[in-house]
């Protein structure tokens, strides 16, 4: 099908791609939008990325254009980069012989945009735009969007069993644009889950995060639970098991801590599993800190603070501040607020630990009066490990108000640590 797209509906940030369209058409080639940025065109979404595919060779585009890096050239990409802006060029190529179940062990150029839109996912990321406005979509994609279904390009066995990862980018594309699944994709993706044995952990946790950014993550997570997928991983997730809540509500935001604190919160996960699941996951050691002491601290609150709030306030600023300081400290402020308002309703056990932690005399190390170089002289020690445990100590007592935050009295707390107090010598 080939529609006339009004210029009006056409967004800033490809209207400036066009220079890159006209230089491949004047040098005799042809050119085309493709990808994401049309697919986010026709349905008036923001612009991320700017594809353009042509029958240009990758050695055409690069004597054509000099600031371009060669991406991959193996895959026939080069990325121009303009005045801070890149764009992803690509030549038409057909592919096979998927021998790893993710990526062709055999690219053929070829000189036709049909036979690139054809090799592609699903139809609504198999259309183009050309430079007169012209959208070319010969698989029925921008209909299948507005009829609110997601489909496959062809076959959906196939193109799963060329990439498995297509099969949560699938439950991705429709959390994100509020799809249902074609009946033929699903029944595929629930026949050929075992493939996704052979993606790689960080891919699988790449695509679980991206759908937690979607519009509705709620869905997405609904739709994961239900194709059973996440069972078939290389690792074992307790992801794979979890039992989603009644009236829970996923945060639409940015942030990795709150995505991955409220996706294990939601499936009724415990910290211990969210610990074991992102090693598996192979997430960064940080995130996992994080999102381990986020919901320990949720766990912490649902079973003791309500209690301690009621009974005995005082009691619960001890505990806050004894078995919770270190954790409460790592986060910004709003991870505590976004996270405590969104699983907990006891708003009152809220308030006063949100009033609690705005009170503290620091909330980073880098408020304390000291630094690293100060300990090295006052211990006359060279540089380690051990600082960064003793600047911890330090900063603990200081926001716990058991110490102040004074060079003197620092300098006492340390020197008597030393002397024999509770700091080990072997940190």
């Given at each position: 099908?080939?529609?006339?797209?009004?210029?009006?509906?056409?967004?800033?940030?490809?209207?400036?791609?066009?220079?890159?369209?006209d230089?491949?058409?004047?040098?005799?080639?042809?050119?085309?939008?493709?990808?994401?940025?049309?697919?986010?065109?026709?349905?008036?979404?923001?612009?991320?990325?700017?594809?353009?595919?042509?029958?240009?060779?990758?050695?055409?585009?690069?004597?054509?254009?000099?600031?371009?890096?060669?991406?991959g050239?193996?895959?026939?990409?080069?990325?121009?980069?303009?005045?801070?802006?890149?764009?992803?060029?690509?030549?038409?190529?057909?592919?096979?012989?998927?021998?790893?179940?993710?990526?062709?062990?055999?690219?053929?150029?070829?000189?036709?945009?049909?036979?690139?839109?054809?090799?592609?996912?699903?139809?609504m990321?198999a259309?183009?735009?050309?430079?007169?406005?012209?959208?070319?979509?010969?698989?029925?994609?921008?209909?299948?969007?507005?009829?609110?279904?997601?489909?496959?390009v062809?076959?959906?066995?196939?193109?799963?069993?060329?990439?498995a990862?297509?099969?949560?980018?699938?439950?991705?594309?429709?959390?994100?644009?509020?799809?249902?699944?074609?009946?033929?994709?699903?029944n595929?993706?629930?026949?050929?889950?075992?493939?996704?044995?052979?993606?790689?952990?960080?891919?699988?946790?790449?695509e679980?995060?991206?759908?937690?950014?979607?519009?509705?993550?709620?869905?997405?997570?609904?739709?994961?639970?239900?194709?059973?997928?996440?069972?078939?991983?290389?690792?074992?997730?307790?992801l794979?098991?979890?039992?989603?809540?009644?009236?829970?509500?996923?945060?639409?935001?940015?942030?990795?801590?709150m995505?991955?604190?409220?996706?294990?919160?939601?499936?009724?996960?415990?910290?211990?599993?969210?610990?074991?699941?992102?090693?598996?996951?192979?997430?960064?050691?940080?995130?996992?800190?994080?999102?381990?002491?986020?919901?320990?601290?949720?766990?912490?609150l649902?079973?003791?603070?309500?209690?301690?709030?009621?009974?005995?306030?005082?009691?619960?600023?001890?505990?806050?501040?004894?078995?919770?300081?270190?954790?409460?400290?790592?986060?910004?402020?709003?991870?505590?607020?976004?996270?405590?308002?969104?699983?907990?309703?006891e708003?009152?056990?809220?308030?006063?630990?949100?009033?609690?932690?705005?009170?503290?005399?620091?909330?980073?190390?880098?408020?304390?009066?000291?630094?690293?170089?100060?300990?090295?002289?006052?211990?006359?020690?060279?540089?380690?490990?051990?600082?960064?445990?003793?600047?911890?100590?330090?900063?603990?007592?200081?926001?716990?108000?058991?110490?102040?935050?004074?060079?003197?009295?620092?300098?006492?707390?340390?020197?008597?640590?030393?002397?024999?107090?509770?700091?080990?010598?072997?940190?």
């Amino acid at each position: 099908m080939k529609l006339q797209l009004q210029r009006h509906h056409i967004q800033p940030a490809m209207k400036e791609a066009c220079f890159i369209i006209d230089r491949l058409l004047n040098a005799g080639f042809s050119a085309f939008f493709v990808g994401g940025a049309v697919r986010d065109t026709l349905l008036r979404r923001p612009l991320h990325d700017i594809d353009i595919a042509t029958n240009a060779l990758p050695e055409q585009v690069m004597a054509l254009f000099p600031n371009c890096i060669p991406t991959g050239l193996k895959h026939g990409t080069v990325t121009v980069v303009e005045e801070g802006a890149s764009y992803e060029i690509t030549t038409f190529r057909t592919e096979s012989n998927y021998t790893d179940y993710r990526r062709p062990a055999d690219i053929t150029f070829v000189n036709d945009l049909y036979d690139d839109l054809m090799r592609r996912d699903f139809t609504m990321n198999a259309m183009a735009i050309d430079r007169n406005w012209q959208l070319h979509d010969p698989f029925d994609g921008l209909a299948h969007v507005k009829a609110g279904i997601l489909k496959t390009v062809g076959s959906s066995e196939q193109r799963f069993q060329e990439d498995a990862l297509r099969m949560l980018r699938a439950i991705r594309f429709a959390a994100t644009y509020k799809l249902t699944i074609d009946q033929d994709c699903w029944n595929a993706m629930v026949s050929e889950a075992s493939l996704l044995k052979h993606i790689a952990m960080e891919r699988i946790a790449y695509e679980i995060e991206r759908l937690m950014q979607g519009s509705d993550p709620l869905y997405g997570v609904k739709l994961l639970i239900e194709s059973t997928l996440l069972q078939h991983t290389k690792d074992k997730l307790h992801l794979a098991e979890g039992l989603l809540q009644d009236e829970v509500q996923l945060p639409y935001d940015r942030d990795s801590i709150m995505n991955w604190a409220m996706l294990f919160y939601s499936l009724q996960l415990s910290s211990e599993n969210a610990r074991e699941d992102m090693r598996a996951l192979r997430t960064s050691k940080q995130l996992q800190i994080a999102c381990e002491h986020l919901l320990q601290l949720q766990e912490w609150l649902k079973n003791t603070a309500l209690e301690q709030v009621s009974t005995n306030v005082n009691k619960l600023d001890v505990n806050l501040k004894e078995q919770w300081m270190d954790k409460l400290l790592q986060y910004p402020d709003k991870h505590l607020t976004l996270f405590m308002r969104t699983f907990y309703r006891e708003y009152k056990v809220i308030e006063h630990i949100e009033k609690l932690h705005q009170s503290l005399p620091v909330h980073r190390i880098k408020q304390l009066a000291v630094r690293g170089d100060d300990l090295m002289k006052w211990r006359g020690k060279a540089s380690g490990p051990w600082i960064n445990l003793l600047l911890e100590q330090i900063f603990i007592e200081v926001a716990s108000c058991r110490l102040d935050n004074s060079k003197e009295t620092i300098y006492s707390y340390v020197i008597n640590k030393a002397e024999g107090g509770r700091y080990n010598e072997q940190s």
